[in-house]
């Protein structure tokens, strides 16, 4: 294998710093794999029940952390939405009329999800005893580039208000990172990510699955000088990446934008 440290694409960088140079750089991680596996002073934990060494037997015993309640299909209260509450508000957020018309991240029927969160309490309920649950669904739709939000009272199951917006750009959703690293990838441009995947694990990188991504939303003009093939972003639904292996190194591809309505590839500078 090639030394990392001579490649043209990038260099390794100590610590978890990452370089701005090149089209791929790889970062050194400097924790061990084992991590938090010992107890600071290079032994690991006592087992389960084991008194552990030097400490006091007639201590009493390490706190247990609670059993958490089993859910329920309704919260109460300010409690968080629960999974039946969350399935509920995301169908009723979108009207069934819209429903084949709209597309996700990867093309498929109906909107990409992004938040679904308990919504404030109106000024009117302020005082009541037991206010009605509401929820705000938000989502993007690549048919149209429209960012989505909904006001859902999962009280009476109705829809209570509903907005849609253009050139609204959120925080990308996991989903959306992840499609966005499959493009990348497949990309010419993607070259780069590539190799560096294989000098760092002697094995081909075909998919996102090794790797770990988050993704941040580039806005073309509105942060500045962007390319002829950039020129969409803002209105096109475009993000940028950071990107690591799992349970190794990063490699850089914030100069990479990947485009998810055009599913194009662009890089800056």
Not at 135 to 156: E, F, K, P
């Amino acid at each position: 294998m090639r030394n990392l440290m001579h490649r043209h694409l990038g260099k390794v960088v100590a610590g978890t710093a990452i370089a701005l140079t090149g089209t791929a750089v790889m970062v050194a991680i400097t924790l061990p794999s084992d991590a938090g596996a010992t107890d600071g002073t290079g032994r690991r934990p006592a087992a389960a029940g084991a008194a552990a060494p030097g400490r006091d037997p007639g201590a009493p015993p390490p706190g247990v952390v609670e059993r958490a309640r089993t859910q329920g299909a309704h919260g109460v209260g300010r409690d968080p939405l629960t999974d039946d509450e969350l399935r509920r508000a995301q169908d009723l957020a979108l009207p069934r009329a819209r429903r084949g018309a709209a597309r996700d991240v990867t093309g498929r029927s109906g909107p990409e999800p992004l938040t679904t969160d308990l919504a404030e309490l109106a000024p009117s309920d302020a005082g009541a005893a037991d206010p009605p649950r509401r929820a705000l669904v938000a989502s993007y739709d690549y048919a149209d580039d429209s960012y989505l939000t909904t006001t859902v009272n999962l009280t009476t199951s109705t829809v209570e208000s509903r907005d849609v917006q253009h050139g609204v750009q959120p925080p990308p959703g996991h989903d959306e990172a992840v499609e966005a690293a499959r493009l990348l990838i497949a990309d010419p441009l993607g070259s780069g990510l590539r190799q560096d995947y294989r000098d760092a694990t002697g094995r081909d990188l075909t998919g996102p699955d090794p790797l770990a991504v988050t993704g941040f939303v580039y806005r073309g003009r509105a942060e500045g000088d962007a390319p002829g093939a950039l020129a969409a972003c803002g209105d096109h639904r475009c993000v940028r990446l950071f990107t690591k292996i799992k349970n190794g190194p990063w490699i850089d591809t914030r100069r990479f934008v990947i485009d998810l309505s055009a599913r194009t590839v662009a890089r800056l500078g």
